[in-house]
Each structure stands twice: as C-alpha cells, then as structure tokens.
C-alpha cells in the first residue's frame, strides 16, 4: 500500500449529524499541484469515507427517512439523495432534522435546486458540470455554499460531460495529449479512450477555474465512467493535477454480481496507490448491498478498523461432510446485527486447514464427519453434532463479546497452539473413506481445496 495522497480536506455535517472530515494530508508534505494558497494540512488524512444514495424519492418524507437511517444504521458515512423538483428540496426541510448522518444534495439540470437545497439545510452539494455550467448560476450556488461553509463535489460523468452534437469533435482535439501517454484503458480503443479522457479532464479544468476565480476551495472532485481500466486512469490522472480531494467510483457498474468486480477492480487499485479519499460503489440493487460492500473494501484493505465481526469461511471441496454453506449463511446473518468487536470467526470444512484459521481466529469451528469442534482463541470447548454447531458456535460468540467488552480477554490473543485431532479418530474427518471412495456427499461441493 503506497501512503495516501495528500489533499486539501472538506468538512460537512454538524454537532447533531456528526463531522465528516474527506481528505487531508501530512504535515510537511504539500501536493506537487498545490495551488499557493492551499493551506498546509495539520495531521494525516481522514479515513476514506463510504458514501451511497437512497433509491427511493425524496419527497416521500417517510420513506426517505427510513431510508437513510437505515443505510447509516449500515455503516454509510454520508448519505446522497435525488433532488429533481421543488417538493424534494421542500422534503429536506422536515427529513434532515430526523436522521443523523449528513446528506448531499445531487443537483442535475436545474441550478436553483441547489440553492434551495442549501436554504433546507442540507450539508453538501453534488453539481454536474454537464448539465449546469451557466457561469452565473454555478457562482450562486458557490456563493450560497460559501455563506453557509458548505463543500461542493463536482462529479463529471462520461455520460454526460457535453453536448452530445459537439462531444466527438472536442474529442479528438482534446484527446491527442492522452493519446500518447495513456495505453492501459481501452485496450484496441486506447485512442477513443484517450479522447474522452481529455475531454473529461477539460471539463474538470474549466469548471473549476469559476470556482477558483471566486476563491472556493472547498471542493471534492470525481470522474466517473463504467469502464473500470478508464477509471484506474482518469483518477490517476486527476489526481496528479487537482489538490482536491478525490470522490471514486465506476458508475453504473451495474447488478451487485458484475457491479462488485467493476468497482473493486479499479477502486482498489486506487486506494493502494494511495488515490481515494471517498467512494461509492454503485448498484443495480439495494444501496445497503453499496454500503457493505464499501465497508469491506476498507476492511480488506486495511483502509478501515473494521466494526463487527470478520468471517472466515472455507470455500469447500470434496472433502467437506456437514452442509457448510447452509451454515456460513446462518452464521453470517446472526453475527451481522448481533457482533459489535471486530472478532475474527472461521467456519472452516475440515481438519486439512481448519486448525490453522483456527489458530489465527478468535472463534473457530472446523467440520468432520457430521461433527464440528469448536475453538476459542486456540482453546477447545466443545465437540458437537452437526445440528447443534450453529447454535453452539453463536453462543461461543456472544459470549466472547460479552469477555471483549467486560475487559477480561482481547481480541486476536492466542491462548494454546491447536493439536489437530485424529483424521479418522474422534472427529472422524473420514480420510480413510475418501481414500476408499465410500465418502457420501451432503451437498453440492466446488471444485478445488482451501
Ligand atoms: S480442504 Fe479446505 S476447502 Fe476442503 S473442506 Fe477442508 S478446509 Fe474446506
């Protein structure tokens, strides 16, 4: 992991909904970029921040509400919503005093949504340089952003950066620059991507040049396309030009099942190269699913402490003789609303690398025979029959946590090393009868070996 870049911050939210710090940087390191009047920064930067939008309509207070808590409840550290007419700016007013995470107006097309939506009180402001670039009202709404201390993401999307009837000819101006320089997007259509990438890049200079010139530094940018190496490129881009922190996403990903691969394929790359000071992650879906996996993406890359619990499990193989899957599920669900320590629990298949994740887990159970043994930080408690492990394994759980947060263990300590039990013996893993063939399989297995 390369450190993160370092920005100027953005401050939104307040005492009641919390303080969002985005960005940031070391003390003695300034961008290359800074403009010379960026201040220096006080600190590291803050924790990348995982944002999402609720899906429903704003002006339908009640579900909105809901909404909302329900996705912060999740973990969202910043909630955006639609804004396309009067009612929805109106429905802040009464929405905003109900929940406790900030939200962010996303204004498309008509520039006085985001003026009322900073007189309802709202904590952000979303523009889109492809549907508001009229001068004099972006300059309102900077204005009005500035008398209330509000930032403003400018979001430049591929698909809507220009004019359709001039997009290809500005393209091919725009784009010769990149043509020479950019070769991983795109693959056979490196050049295309090379146009829109200068076209976008553009945009983003020309739209910040009236923020500049009305000295409004509290900016956070993005630059999304569905191309995810596009992404990879136009955000390393970006981020070598503009001192602002950086928004990151790959929009309209799509469902969660090929959404998830687009998005962690190019937001992870960034965030190891230090690129990324907030995300969303986009689906075709429920927005809880882009807030868990937002999370896990911090988790996984360390970006994050983790909240809850962290689940191992074995993928299974021919080995497997307990219904594992059924029982990651269950486990999951259960430890999901139930954990509150970042506890490591392993659900593993069999003693070949049961006892090793056992060892590393602070809650371990490995399967045998219709059996599973249970471990607590490397100790043994009990040896159970397959219908009673998910119960068992939950108790072990909740009661550690109950231990973590009475002070009397810590998390991630081993007490004994684990001595595997007998492959054919007491937990009857069924060695033997896999070498001769007589294994009975009790559900549908994957193919290959933990
Ligand atoms: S060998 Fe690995 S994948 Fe197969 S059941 Fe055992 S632990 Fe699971």
Redesign the pocket.
Known sequence: MNPRRPTRQITLGDDRVGIIRIGGGAPTKRHPNATPDSPPHEGGPAPVIVQTMTAGYTHDIEKCVAEINRLAAAGADVVRVAVPERKDTDALREIIPQIRVPIVADVHFHFQRALEAVESGVHKIRLNPGNINDRDQVNEVIDACKEKNLPIRVGVNEGSIIERKDKQKRAVELGKFFEKTKSRSGGGGGSKQAHLLGLMIAKLEEYLDIFRERDFHDICISAKSMDAAFVTDIYSEISQRFDYPLHLGVTHAGPRETGAIRSIAALSGLLCNGIGDTLRISYANDPIFEVEDGLELMYALGLRERKGVDLIA???????QVD?FTLVQDVRKVLATEIRVPMKVAV???????PGEAEGADVAV?AGDRRGIIYVQGERVANVKEEEILERLLEECRTFQNRVEAGEVKLGDKKVDIVPPDPIGELGSGFDKIAAGKVERVTQVTV???
């Open positions: 074995c993928p299974t193989c021919g080995r497997i594992l593993m298949g069999c003693i070949v690398n049961g490995f290959g070996g933990g």
